[in-house]
């Protein structure tokens, strides 16, 4: 057994209440607040406008630097939250398309000007290191949309090895045009409302974000007298080993990720509370889930709340991992459970309980969060209340 993980701070940058206090994002998560709006994509205003859960941000903010803008105010916000003085913490971060947003720019102005390096996806944990003066580990994780969540998974693994005893995870990912035109190809954007495990369900919406955590291992923060959220109990990663896109029908990675997070957590079937779901609102993506968690919980299924977020966020790429594990401390510690919202109409094949519209109290003591991306990149991580 190694080191338990402790959860210390969170910190998080949202189409809902941006800006905003923790408790703010809290209140409007629970009252179902709709954060996707018609608007037209960030760059090129072609004169279409498309549904995205969108943040603003000042406008002295220019769109070339809105990812490292929203990165930085999650990790001041996170920083803050956790009182954390230990400059020696290591940084893991998640991000798909790292600041698609400059890139898109420079290839828009080619020929224009001088020739600039690209910017690589890592460059973001260095640029946040040398800001917050941060000395430990420092990791870029790049799993699809699984992204946020193994960067929390890989960084809880580094506090419980003892390599480390504070390590800062998350992922930012933000707008483009580039992610909105390749998911318009593939038919994935739904053009009413975000429905996830709704009948008429019709695909996803984009969003954008930054979200943060504080691990450390119990002992460092028992000493520094921290608060602790929670407890990181598993994680797991898995692949499908099927399709660049499509998930493998059967969810057979994100099965498999499932019931090897519960292994680790010591958990059988009876020991999760409630369920973050990936939840995208596509037909595929919410059916495979339904499917995988009735394989691997059985008749406790039916049980278990689960609920998409991203009904009410959006699809936020690398962020979003880590916003969901943020949701699920925060279930934990206000025992409530956010709701899935647009839910109006039952899909037979989808017939577990999803939270339609309404939070609901719920003394919830463990819960879970999965992700599965493109690649058939899947992942399970399970928290649990502070003893």
């Not at 593939?186 to 695909?203: C, H, I, Y």
């Not at 339609?356 to 109290?361: A, E, I, L, T, V």
Request: charged share 20%; aromatic share 6%; proline share 4%.
């Amino acid at each position: 057994m190694g080191k338990t993980v402790v959860v210390t701070g969170i910190g998080l940058v949202t189409p809902l209440s941006p800006f905003g206090t923790i408790g703010d994002f809290w209140i409007a998560l629970c009252s179902g607040t709709d954060a996707v709006r018609r608007m037209p994509s960030p760059l090129l205003d072609t004169g279409r406008e498309w549904l995205m859960a969108e943040i603003d941000v000042p406008d002295y903010v220019r769109p070339e630097e809105k990812y490292f803008y929203l990165a930085d105010h999650a990790m001041r916000m996170t920083v803050s939250d956790a009182k954390l003085e230990n400059r020696h913490a290591g940084l893991s971060v998640g991000t798909v398309l790292g600041n698609i947003l400059s890139k898109q720019r420079r290839l828009m102005n080619a020929g224009n000007g001088p020739k600039r390096e690209l910017e690589s996806l890592s460059y973001l944990v260095p640029y946040l290191a040398a800001k917050h003066e941060f000395g430990g580990p420092q990791l870029t994780i790049s799993t699809a949309c699984a992204s946020g969540t193994d960067a929390i998974g890989v960084a809880a693994r580094k506090v419980m090895s003892g390599k480390t005893d504070v390590m800062i995870a998350g992922g930012v990912d933000v707008l483009s045009d580039f992610a909105l035109t390749g998911f318009h190809s593939l038919q994935a954007l739904t053009e009413t409302k975000v429905r996830p495990f709704d009948k008429n369900r019709s695909g996803l919406a984009l969003g954008e974000g930054a979200a943060f955590i504080v691990l450390e291992s119990e002992e460092h923060a028992m000493q520094r007298g921290a608060n602790v959220y929670g407890k990181v109990l598993g994680y797991s990663s898995r692949l499908d080993a099927h399709h660049l896109t499509a998930p493998h029908r059967e969810g057979r990675g994100l099965a498999a990720a499932i019931k090897q997070a519960l292994l680790q957590a010591g958990l059988g079937p009876a020991g999760i509370g409630y369920i973050n779901a990936h939840g995208t609102g596509t037909v595929y993506n919410d059916l495979m889930e339904t499917v995988v968690i009735k394989k691997v919980f059985g008749d406790y299924a039916y049980g278990i709340p689960v609920s998409s977020t991203k009904s009410m966020v959006g699809h936020s790429f690398g962020a979003a991992g880590a916003v969901e594990t943020i949701c699920c401390l925060l279930s934990i510690k206000n025992k409530m459970i956010p709701p899935t919202i647009n839910y109006e109409e039952r899909d037979p094949e989808c017939d577990l309980d999803y939270v339609p519209n309404k939070s609901r109290q719920r003394d919830v003591r463990v819960a879970m969060s999965l992700s599965a991306g493109f690649g058939g990149q899947n992942s399970a991580i399970i928290v649990g209340e502070a003893c």
